[in-house]
DNA sequence: TGTACATCAGTGAACGCGCGTTCACTGATGTAC
DNA sequence: TGTACATCAGTGAACGCGCGTTCACTGATGTAC
């Protein structure tokens, strides 16, 4: 079913990493085989290798493609600690914290991706370098310096306040979790927050 | 080889939860086989069975002993914030980052854990309550509310920001991180951060 | 306009391998006599 | 004290299965005439 002109080859592409985005966020790196994330693209399991070198190509190009999307968003919104207590908002609630193949990749992925070969490592280094930049830059109300540190101390906390409501078994804790994360980020990140300069 | 007593087969099952517990923090859960987590333990294959009734049985002991081993190094801390914050520093040196086998299992194996079953998500949600409830005991120069949401801010960064740390290739941006963490627990946790009362 | 052909994205069977698990067996030991 | 026996922790081969990867093939398409 070929001699499609070549935008067809690259939409199937572009739907693998989309696809394989959503199934690696799901169900982990090694507990995602190539036969699934090629049926999630509607595809048979050969036809993985006419668009990828190995699976280790595919994770280091989707995790590469998961950062972009989320500087994207990140980008979208104004400057200003409002959006940004916004974003915090969303990105800590239950709907965000029950659907991860929807959601935030570090929060899925970050310690499979510290196993990782250096392939995947470099693309996961380059992607969150920039989103560290971005935060930093929206952090104004700090010192220069001092932004750098409560970006970095930002993101590490949704991250990992996201992975441990969703570790956890209770409910009610979960919820607990989720909600102390809120106030965490603004205890360490908006303008009332000790260093702050504005 | 058998007819011991009773004290030689726990002393081995004990063994296998300690060396299984280096390996699937070095490893992964997903990255660990039996055939490998028997080996460390100096045994073949079938012996496993003799100790556990699956895998899923190992990983939850194992997930119960490591927290449990976290919860008593840090009773052993005297109370007040010095010694807490000498935890922190230790807790985010390149020593640790550097070896997951020896260290945090939440840092290890958070996100993987969420994706576990009920079993294992269980024995985490018990253990980590367990170390959140002393954090928050120790984190008396809060209000009793605070405190707990200041504890779970404090684990959090420190998991996510070794997570972090361990991922990046760049060790110059990995080292930022972790000193970047130190800064971070101390603006969230010291007596000296916002919402203190003493 | 109609037909023959070259292209090449996708198919699906097969590869060797390691997985989690099972099981008949071994052999060093403590006990019974 | 010396020998025969029962125990049972650990052995190691084998199970079916899904993994990542390879490859000969298919068949719908755009192009040439």
Not at 56 to 65: E, F, Q
Not at 90 to 95: A, E, G, K, V
Request: hydrophobic letters at 40%.
């Amino acid at each position: 079913m070929a001699r499609y002109g070549p935008e067809h080859k690259e939409a199937t592409r572009l739907r693998m990493i989309e696809t394989s985005g959503r199934r690696l966020k799901q169900d982990g790196i090694d507990g995602s085989g190539i036969a699934t994330l090629v049926a999630d693209a509607g595809l048979t399991n050969g036809a993985f290798y006419g668009h990828f070198s190995s699976k280790d190509d595919l994770i280091a190009t989707v995790v590469a493609d998961q950062l972009s999307r989320q500087l994207t968003v990140l980008e979208s919104f104004p400057p200003g600690w409002a959006p940004l207590e916004a974003f915090v908002r969303d990105y800590l609630s239950p709907t965000h914290r029950d659907n991860p193949g929807e959601g935030c990749p570090s929060a899925a992925l970050l310690d499979e991706v510290g196993r990782c070969n250096p392939v995947v490592r470099d693309a996961y280094t380059a992607g969150i370098g920039r989103i560290l930049d971005l935060v930093a830059r929206r952090l104004d109300h700090f010192p220069r310096p001092v932004a750098r540190e409560r970006a970095i101390g930002l993101l590490t906390l949704l991250f990992s306040t996201l992975q441990l409501a969703r570790a956890v078994q209770d409910r009610k804790l979960s919820n607990q979790i989720l909600s102390a994360g809120v106030a965490n980020a603004i205890a360490l990140a908006a303008p009332s927050a000790s260093g702050a300069t504005a």
